[in-house]
């Protein structure tokens, strides 16, 4: 371990640095990430509609990567905010595949459990567990769900809109179900167990 | 005749069938007949890829097998191998997963080793993937759509809003510009709208952040539906079910964190083309949107029948004591005002 130097300790390097993180956070990546690429221009925090809210831009978070600071960048609530609206994809001179980084730093800080704010993985985890059981999204399910777990006091002013879609029809009370159900829960048991060994 | 399969995806038969109900009127005119993929799966939307990757793409990837099988019909003519998606998430979640399984073959072979447990496979680039309008204006055509006019919009002034998730990332560089397309403004100029130009087109309505981060949410839908009405917008016209929803159902709530008092209808730009083909606003599911669209609809003539309104919101303040509105930055909202 190298002494540590005033220097070191000003520049915020006096934590544990992991120079595998950029490498497995690319690999885990889909596509040809390109996150290696970078070269910190900044066009993908300009070109944010979201930048505000989040507590790094992405290529202060792709410089965290670098950096190797797991904890820090894993605990950001960058990716969450992500809407994916691939405004910084297709302006990237670098062809870094942005959005999909952020859904592999979602799923990392998932399993790492260190994301901060628990409401977007618990919509993720409700939405992806509704799909799962029936085959299709559920919203009925997905909404009641989720709103008295994260927006107990925002039902009230939800009624108006909620009902609206109930007697339009845009919203149904029971579940749709696929017909080879089975064949899609062998398939994501399947895609799981591959996930766990890659 | 034009034959695809068709990918609905499920907003197309709840929240977003207005859509669905307004494209059915349309296909006759316009002679295309869409085969429905059978039995296909949710495509994940945006939730499913940030929590496991092989099982997300595998989930995609079931439809792209199941659509393949559809592909060449044993008997009988016609086959297609163009996959056509209305919505955009499901229209960019399939894209994604065709162009991501051949630029990474490893991908491809564990999302295939995964579809085999369901006795499935599918080879990256069989098929086509599409979204409904770059049919229309680029297979059907725009003198077709423009032959079929019967009672032109003029007089309707519109804005195209496209959306983020349709013209990027654009693995098959099928859009005429990733940040300002046209072919939506051209489509409604076919009709004979009033085409606003509309330099927001494709900012992002918010996503699932209605769901998880509001505020974020609102202050999206609020720049959208601000400069709309700026611009003297009576409506905004979309090609995206969760578009839609953000604008329409959480207009109200926007209004209500903001202090402001914006009413601006957003309707499927098939609903605008099943009018100016002639056909009534109730077979179209114009009516079933939360900020109505009546008003904007009687300067061009067409009345639409009354359905059942929501309750209306609780006017007196006074009463049982309620809880204190959940907003937590008081102070962005008095910023705005």
Redesign the interface.
């Known amino acids: 371990m190298p002494q540590m130097t005033d220097e070191r300790v000003r520049a915020g390097m006096n934590r544990e640095e992991d120079p595998s993180l950029l490498h497995e956070v690319s690999m885990k990546t889909a596509g040809v990430s390109h996150l290696e690429m970078c070269i910190q221009c900044g066009t993908c925090g300009g070109s944010c509609p979201v930048a505000m809210d989040m507590e790094h831009t992405p290529r202060m978070l792709f410089a965290m990567l670098r950096a190797g600071m797991r904890e820090e960048v894993l605990r950001s609530n960058t990716p969450w905010l992500c809407v994916s609206c691939y405004h910084c994809v297709v302006r990237c001179p670098q062809e870094v595949h942005i959005a999909d980084v952020m859904y592999t730093l979602k799923g990392m800080a998932i399993k790492a459990k260190l994301y901060s704010d628990s409401t977007a993985p618990h919509f993720s985890q409700t939405f992806v567990d509704m799909v799962e059981a029936y085959g299709r999204s559920y919203e009925m399910g997905l909404a009641s769900r989720h709103y008295l777990r994260h927006f107990p006091l925002r039902l009230p002013s939800m009624m108006p809109m909620g009902l609206g879609m109930i007697t339009k029809g845009r919203m149904t009370i029971t579940p749709k179900k696929i017909k080879h159900l089975d064949q899609l829960k062998s398939i994501l048991h399947r895609a799981k167990q591959l996930e766990l060994t890659s | 005749m034009n034959k695809y399969l068709l990918y609905p995806g499920?907003?197309m038969?709840?929240?977003?069938?207005a859509y669905m109900e307004s494209l059915n009127e349309i296909l006759e005119p316009l002679n295309l007949h869409l085969e429905e993929i059978k039995?296909?799966?949710?495509c994940?939307?945006?939730?499913?890829?940030?929590?496991?990757?092989?099982?997300a793409?595998?989930?995609i990837a079931?439809n792209l097998a199941l659509a393949a099988k559809q592909m060449n019909p044993v008997n009988g003519t016609g086959g297609t191998r163009t996959v056509v998606a209305p919505c955009s998430a499901c229209y960019l979640n399939l894209a994604?997963a065709d162009?991501?399984m051949q630029?990474?073959p490893t991908?491809g072979a564990?999302?295939n080793?995964?579809?085999?447990?369901?006795?499935?496979e599918y080879k990256a680039g069989t098929l086509d993937v599409r979204h409904l309008i770059d049919v229309l204006v680029y297979d059907v055509g725009l003198d077709t759509i423009r032959s079929k006019v019967v009672r032109p919009l003029s007089g309707l002034k519109v804005v195209p809003y496209m959306g983020?998730?349709l013209p990027?990332?654009?693995y098959q560089h099928r859009w005429s510009d990733?940040?300002h397309p046209t072919e939506l403004d051209d489509l409604l100029r076919a009709l004979g709208a009033d085409v606003i130009d509309y330099p927001l087109t494709?900012?992002?309505c918010?996503?699932?952040?209605t769901?998880?981060?509001?505020?974020?949410a609102f202050?999206?839908i609020r720049r959208l539906v601000a400069d709309a009405d700026e611009r003297g917008a009576q409506m905004m016209v979309t090609v995206c079910p969760m578009c839609q929803m953000n604008i329409d159902?959480?207009q109200?709530?926007a209004n209500?964190f903001f202090g402001t008092n914006y009413h601006m209808p957003i309707l499927f730009f098939t609903q605008l083309m099943g009018l100016a083909f002639g056909k009534e606003p109730g077979d179209l599911g114009i009516?079933?949107e939360?900020v109505s669209a009546r008003n904007a609809l009687a300067n061009i003539g067409v009345e639409v029948p009354v359905?059942?309104?929501?309750?209306?919101?609780r006017k007196k303040d006074e009463g049982l004591p309620?809880?204190?509105?959940?907003t937590k930055h008081e102070g962005r909202k008095e910023a705005v005002k």
Do not use: F
């Open positions: 499920c907003s038969d709840s929240s977003a069938k039995d296909w799966n949710c994940g939307a945006t939730e499913y890829l940030g929590i496991n990757l092989i099982p793409y595998s989930l079931r994604k162009y991501y630029e990474r991908l564990k999302v080793e995964a579809l085999a447990a369901g006795g499935l983020c998730m990027r990332p654009d990733h940040e494709t900012e992002c918010g996503g699932h952040m769901q998880i981060g509001p505020e974020t202050e999206l159902a959480y109200n709530e209500h009516g079933v939360l359905t059942q309104e929501p309750a209306a919101p309620m809880p204190r509105r959940w």
